[in-house]
């Protein structure tokens, strides 16, 4: 696996994601960025139904989406997400989609997270999954 | 309370639920369907939340709804969820939905549903939740 | 192509189609036969990108839905969809859900559909797509 | 209508808005930005319906929500939004939203819109809506 070029994910818009405009309604990208992410972390070996089966769960803090260029039914986005900050208990993934049907972006995004205990406590990752710190700085150090 | 005569559940249709026919995408009434059941049972005093507080999850066994005529964003829809079946086990109910911006029926449903504990086990409403139990049994008898 | 042994669709579990019963809630079957029913009009030559671009398009008369045995995060399901009634008008697809983690189907559905124009005006499929008549013709022939 | 304190828009947790972390999944929150954004236009008589069909249409930008504490079914939700930047072309809407459950924001966020017409194309606001554009700027000027 290199770090640096990580395997886009694929997402085929569906009929029910467009709206009255004949476009993709805003918020699946939201979730577009949630599939991506998802996959990534599985990529890297931490599936996410095994985090939780763990105890682990991990919210969103905060998104952004910055829409560039329209897409709609069965078009195919290239979704690549890529961390870019990490301190031991957040971190912050940035991603890119490009629309295969005319190899344009048309959105970036970045999504916070933190990881807490079913009680919705946050725990440092550092301390509780030290082979997932390992990973995360990896790909941090690999950034420069 | 006119047991016979429920209140309809008003839901106007948002900018999200339609799709790039112009219309409220078919997959949207199954869930206004759930939100006139939620809202029914609140209104004969066993609100959701309570319920599954209590334990009890109420799956939902099958799902049937004739679209009748199309609906678009912001038509207000009032839904009529009518108790018609009940075993002890399994219950039954009916949906209408008139679309207010015409008055016409837009469409109509059935959907089948029973109640288990937390682990997916079926249980017995008519054992475990007597008052629930008398509340359907008082439904039923008002159809005849 | 085999018409009596359609290459099932796959589909895999997202996050956010959990609810908080932690299983797939259930008005997301209703999307994934969509889904399954627009990769077989693809496979089969009729794109439904391709149908809108020509004028018509295909509401959804009714649709319904039985839930065996629940789904969740991450499940890969293989739906089978399958033509099962064609009038020249009207058209019946079924379908069959096979969870991938058990092999075991989750659930089984049938959407009733017809053809429109854009003004939402009932189309003849026999009068005006002689091609998709004569290739729904060759399913409903080999049922038998 | 006092321009400096706009009515909230009060939205109710949807089931199938929850995920299986028990609490409202992240992408609703976009969805209810959107509720509320449409619900303040018709408040100030540009109801979003009629900004369509005089061949307007009103794309997000970006969009940016930060979850402060979680929701979950059946909590009702105070949104209120409020235009904060207005360029003649472009505005800005900044969002509250208060779980009225614990009267404690739960989420806070931004969404940059424009308006083009039906091809797409970025048009004036200023130019070819001066009514809007003359209630936009009594918006900007009530904030200082």
Known sequence: MNSTNPTPYLH???YYETDKMK???HSNYIRW???ARIAWLEAIGFGYDKLEASGVISPVISVN???LRSTT???NIAITARLVKYTGV???IEYEMVNLSDNQVCAIGVTQH???NEAGRPISIKKNHPDLNAVFNDFIAALS
């Open 90 to 92: 957040k971190f912050t």
């Open 114 to 116: 933190c990881f807490t």
């Open 23 to 25: 476009i993709t309604h």
């Open 33 to 35: 960025m949630e599939e």
């Open 65 to 67: 989406c910055q829409y």
């Open 12 to 14: 085929n818009v569906k």
């Open 73 to 75: 039914f069965n078009d």
